[in-house]
């Protein structure tokens, strides 16, 4: 089984109205599927079919460890911005390596442990990637 981190304007619109589904259920402890369904705009037969296969991004992301590529300007105090953003959001972080600079452009592999509790881990990543010399952000995988 493979799995994906895709941007919301990449994810079919069926799939964004099954997690609506899931968030008012949740939310609503007395409301039916077929309430939750009806308010989100699908049908039970969607909801049910992709209900275990799609889930924010955050849901899944606390408590657990994200590695990351950055790609970066080759600038004193880039890397510091970038592990301050980490420790503000309370990311332990577990694996660091940042290559040789080539043209001025440096990568860093980043694993961060993003403990239950802590604050939203897509917001720690959007913050990182619109630190001050930050060019490219990839999340490669998550544990």
């Known amino acids: 089984m493979q799995y994906y981190v895709l941007r919301e304007k990449a994810v079919p619109e069926v799939l964004l109205r099954v997690v ?12 039916t599927v077929q309430e939750a369904t009806e308010r989100a705009g699908i049908s039970r037969s969607s909801f049910y079919k992709y209900k275990e296969d799609i889930f924010p991004f955050r849901d899944q992301a606390r408590g657990r460890a994200l590695t990351f590529v950055i ?19 309370g990311g332990n972080i ?40 930050v060019h490219y952000l990839k999340i490669l995988g998550r544990e």
Request: glycine fraction near 8%.
């Open 71 to 89: 790609q970066m300007d080759d600038t004193p105090g880039i890397l510091s911005g970038i592990l301050g953003c980490v420790a503000r959001f």
């Open 20 to 31: 609506e589904a899931k968030r008012i259920l949740d939310a609503e402890k007395s409301v």
């Open 94 to 133: 577990l694996t660091i390596h940042q290559s040789i600079p080539i043209n001025g452009i440096a990568t860093l592999t980043l694993t961060v442990e993003t403990p239950t509790g802590a604050a939203n881990p897509e917001v720690m990543v959007e913050e990182v990637e619109r630190q001050s010399g």
